[in-house]
C-alpha cells in the first residue's frame, strides 16, 4: 500500500488549468521533484474514474436497493409485523448525504489519513452487514445495516468525490457522471439478484455473501482511488470549512430548489412497482421493470448531463431536468393505465430526474470562479470546490428523510380514488402530483437568472 503515495511518472506532462486541478507557480516550486499525472486524460485518470464508479455503485447503490430487504423483513420472522423497517434505509442514505460536508471537510484536513479511508470504508460496510445478518431486532438493524454502513459508505465515498476535483477539469461534469451513473446501473441490478438471494438463502446469509462480494469487487480497485495532488500540496491550499459561499442568493436558491427535487425524486422508485401491481396489474418480474428501466435510464443520463454541464450554464442544465421530469410525471404517469406507457415514463423520469445532480459541477464551478458572484459575501479563492458538492448533498439529505413521512401520509388515505381521471384517480394522485410539483419548482432557478435574482 505503500505505492499508493507515488505521484511521479517519467514519461507524462502535466496539463494544468482551471479551478480545483490549479498548481501555481510557487507551488511548483516547493514540489520541483514531483511531475504531477496529467489531467483530464491518461491511464491513472480513467482507472480512478473506474473505480470510483465502482465504489459508488455499491456504496450508494446497495442501501438504495433496501426496499427488497424492507418487503422480506415484514414477511418473515423476526422482523414480520414490526414497524420502523423504513428506518434503517432512511439512516443509511442520510446519514450518509447529511454527514457528508463534515465527513469531506476532515478528510480535506487530514489528507494524508484520508489516502486510506476508502479501504477503511469499504471493511466498515462489510462488517456492518455481517453484524446485520446478526439481527434479531429493529434497532439492531437501524444500528448495523443502517447507521453504521452510512459511516462507511461517507468514508469510502468522500475521496472519490474529492480526487475527482483534481483529475478532471475541461471534462469534470462528464467525469462526475459517469460516477454518479454506478448507482444507476447497480440500481438496474441488485433488486433482481437481491430478490432472488432472500428467496433462496434468506436475509443472513445474504448479507454475509454480500459482505464478503464488497470486499473481494472493491479492495482490488483501492489502490486507483488516490489523489493527483500531493498530500502537501492539498493541505496548503484547502480552507474546507470555508462555507460562506452558502450566504450567497444564488448559492441558497439552488439549495432550495436542489431540496425541493429531492423531496419527489425518491418516490417514484419506492412506489412504481407497487403502483404496476396494483393498478396496472403488473406481476413479479413485469413490476420489478419499472425500477430497472427508471435505473438504466438514470445511467445513461447523468453522464449526458455532465456532458452538458461542462459547455452550458448550470441553469440551462438544471432547466432541462426540470421540465423533463415534471412533464413526464403530469402527461406520462398521470394518463398511464398499462405497462407499456408505465415503463415510457419510467425511462423519461429516470433520464431527467436521474441526472439532475450532474448538474452540480456547474455550479460548482460558477461559485468558485465568478467574481461578481462572491463579491463582498466571500472570497472564492478561499473556497474548496468539494465542498460546494457536499453542502448540496447534504440539501439530498435533508430531502431524503422528509420524502419518506410525507409519501405514507400523501398515499394512505388513498385520496381522490374513483374521483379523478385515469392515474390521478386510482389513489395515488397526490403521490404523482407531489412529484410532478417539486420536479417543477427545482427548475425555479432558471426564471430567477433571467429576472436577475441570482447570476
Same mark, same amino acid.
Given at each position: 500500500? !505503500?505505492?499508493?503515495?507515488?505521484?511521479?511518472?517519467?514519461?507524462?506532462?502535466?496539463?494544468?488549468?482551471?479551478?480545483?486541478?490549479?498548481?501555481?507557480?510557487?507551488?511548483?516550486?516547493?514540489?520541483?521533484?514531483?511531475?504531477?499525472?496529467?489531467?483530464?486524460?491518461?491511464?491513472?485518470?480513467?482507472?480512478?474514474?473506474?473505480?470510483?464508479? *465502482?465504489?459508488?455503485? $455499491?456504496? *450508494?447503490?446497495?442501501?438504495?436497493?433496501?426496499?427488497?430487504?424492507?418487503?422480506?423483513?415484514?414477511?418473515?420472522?423476526?422482523?414480520?409485523?414490526?414497524?420502523?423497517?423504513?428506518?434503517?434505509?432512511?439512516?443509511?442514505?442520510?446519514?450518509?448525504? &447529511?454527514?457528508?460536508?463534515?465527513?469531506?471537510?476532515?478528510?480535506?484536513?487530514?489528507?494524508?489519513?484520508?489516502?486510506?479511508?476508502?479501504?477503511?470504508?469499504?471493511?466498515?460496510?462489510? $462488517?456492518?452487514?455481517?453484524?446485520?445478518?446478526? @439481527?434479531?431486532?429493529?434497532?439492531?438493524?437501524?444500528?448495523?445495516?443502517?447507521? +453504521?454502513?452510512?459511516?462507511?459508505?461517507?468514508?469510502?465515498?468522500?475521496?472519490?468525490?474529492?480526487?475527482?476535483?483534481?483529475?478532471?477539469?475541461?471534462?469534470?461534469?462528464?467525469?462526475?457522471?459517469?460516477?454518479?451513473?454506478?448507482?444507476? *446501473?447497480?440500481?438496474?441490478? &441488485?433488486?433482481? %439478484?437481491?430478490?432472488?438471494?432472500?428467496?433462496?438463502?434468506?436475509?443472513?446469509?445474504? +448479507?454475509?455473501?454480500?459482505?464478503?462480494?464488497?470486499?473481494?469487487?472493491?479492495?482490488?480497485?483501492?489502490?486507483?482511488?488516490?489523489?493527483?495532488?500531493?498530500? /502537501?500540496?492539498?493541505?496548503?491550499?484547502?480552507?474546507?470549512?470555508?462555507?460562506?459561499?452558502?450566504?450567497?442568493?444564488?448559492?441558497?436558491?439552488?439549495?432550495?430548489?436542489?431540496?425541493?427535487?429531492?423531496?419527489?425524486?425518491?418516490?417514484?422508485?419506492?412506489?412504481?412497482?407497487?403502483?404496476?401491481?396494483?393498478?396496472?396489474?403488473?406481476?413479479?418480474?413485469?413490476?420489478? @421493470?419499472?425500477? %430497472?428501466? +427508471?435505473? $438504466?435510464?438514470?445511467?445513461?443520463?447523468?453522464?449526458?448531463?455532465?456532458?452538458?454541464?461542462?459547455?452550458?450554464?448550470?441553469?440551462?442544465?438544471?432547466?432541462?431536468?426540470?421540465?423533463?421530469? /415534471?412533464?413526464?410525471?403530469? &402527461? *406520462?404517469?398521470?394518463?398511464?393505465?398499462? $405497462?407499456?406507457?408505465?415503463?415510457?415514463?419510467?425511462?423519461?423520469?429516470?433520464?431527467?430526474?436521474?441526472?439532475?445532480?450532474?448538474?452540480?459541477?456547474?455550479?460548482?464551478?460558477?461559485?468558485?470562479?465568478?467574481?461578481?458572484?462572491?463579491?463582498?459575501?466571500?472570497?472564492?479563492?478561499?473556497?474548496?470546490?468539494?465542498?460546494?458538492?457536499?453542502?448540496?448533498? @447534504?440539501?439530498?439529505?435533508?430531502?431524503?428523510? &422528509?420524502?419518506?413521512? +410525507?409519501?405514507? !401520509?400523501?398515499?394512505?388515505?388513498?385520496?381522490?380514488?374513483?374521483?379523478?381521471?385515469?392515474?390521478?384517480?386510482?389513489?395515488?394522485?397526490?403521490?404523482?402530483?407531489?412529484?410532478?410539483?417539486?420536479?417543477?419548482?427545482?427548475?425555479?432557478?432558471?426564471?430567477?437568472?433571467?429576472?436577475?435574482?441570482?447570476?
Amino acid at each position: 500500500m !505503500a505505492t499508493r503515495l507515488s505521484f511521479t511518472h517519467s514519461q507524462e506532462k502535466d496539463d494544468v488549468s482551471s479551478v480545483g486541478t490549479e498548481v501555481g507557480v510557487e507551488d511548483m516550486k516547493n514540489t520541483t521533484d514531483v511531475t504531477l499525472r496529467p489531467v483530464d486524460h491518461g491511464t491513472h485518470a480513467w482507472l480512478f474514474l473506474c473505480a470510483s464508479f *465502482l465504489i459508488e455503485g $455499491l456504496a *450508494l447503490g446497495f442501501p438504495g436497493a433496501y426496499g427488497v430487504f424492507q418487503s422480506h423483513y415484514s414477511t418473515h420472522k423476526p422482523f414480520a409485523g414490526a414497524s420502523g423497517l423504513p428506518v434503517v434505509e432512511t439512516c443509511a442514505m442520510g446519514i450518509m448525504y &447529511l454527514g457528508m460536508p463534515i465527513t469531506m471537510g476532515v478528510q480535506r484536513l487530514c489528507p494524508r489519513l484520508t489516502l486510506w479511508a476508502p479501504a477503511a470504508g469499504i471493511l466498515t460496510m462489510s $462488517l456492518s452487514l455481517v453484524l446485520a445478518s446478526l @439481527a434479531k431486532t429493529v434497532p439492531h438493524l437501524i444500528a448495523t445495516q443502517g447507521i +453504521l454502513f452510512a459511516i462507511g459508505s461517507s468514508l469510502a465515498y468522500c475521496p472519490c468525490v474529492a480526487y475527482l476535483n483534481e483529475w478532471f477539469d475541461k471534462r469534470k461534469g462528464m467525469a462526475y457522471g459517469i460516477m454518479w451513473a454506478g448507482t444507476g *446501473l447497480s440500481g438496474s441490478v &441488485l433488486p433482481f %439478484l437481491l430478490e432472488y438471494m432472500l428467496q433462496g438463502f434468506g436475509f443472513r446469509t445474504t +448479507l454475509r455473501i454480500w459482505a464478503a462480494v464488497f470486499i473481494a469487487i472493491t479492495m482490488p480497485v483501492v489502490y486507483f482511488v488516490k489523489p493527483r495532488l500531493p498530500p /502537501s500540496q492539498q493541505q496548503q491550499q484547502q480552507q474546507p470549512f470555508y462555507l460562506r459561499f452558502t450566504l450567497s442568493p444564488t448559492f441558497m436558491l439552488h439549495q432550495l430548489a436542489n431540496i425541493a427535487q429531492a423531496l419527489g425524486f425518491f418516490l417514484p422508485s419506492i412506489y412504481l412497482p407497487t403502483y404496476a401491481s396494483a393498478v396496472v396489474g403488473a406481476k413479479g418480474p413485469a413490476s420489478a @421493470a419499472t425500477i %430497472l428501466v +427508471l435505473n $438504466l435510464a438514470s445511467t445513461a443520463g447523468c453522464p449526458t448531463m455532465g456532458w452538458l454541464s461542462d459547455r452550458f450554464h448550470v441553469t440551462t442544465c438544471l432547466c432541462i431536468a426540470t421540465v423533463g421530469a /415534471s412533464m413526464s410525471t403530469f &402527461l *406520462l404517469w398521470g394518463f398511464t393505465t398499462n $405497462l407499456p406507457m408505465l415503463l415510457v415514463y419510467c425511462g423519461f423520469y429516470g433520464l431527467f430526474a436521474g441526472s439532475y445532480t450532474s448538474a452540480w459541477t456547474g455550479l460548482m464551478r460558477q461559485v468558485t470562479t465568478d467574481a461578481d458572484l462572491s463579491s463582498s459575501i466571500y472570497r472564492r479563492e478561499a473556497v474548496d470546490p468539494v465542498m460546494v458538492v457536499a453542502v448540496l448533498a @447534504a440539501g439530498r439529505g435533508v430531502g431524503s428523510v &422528509l420524502s419518506g413521512p +410525507l409519501s405514507q !401520509a400523501l398515499t394512505e388515505p388513498m385520496a381522490w380514488k374513483g374521483e379523478a381521471l385515469a392515474a390521478y384517480g386510482s389513489g395515488y394522485g397526490p403521490l404523482i402530483v407531489f412529484t410532478g410539483v417539486t420536479a417543477a419548482l427545482s427548475g425555479i432557478v432558471l426564471p430567477s437568472r433571467y429576472m436577475g435574482w441570482i447570476r
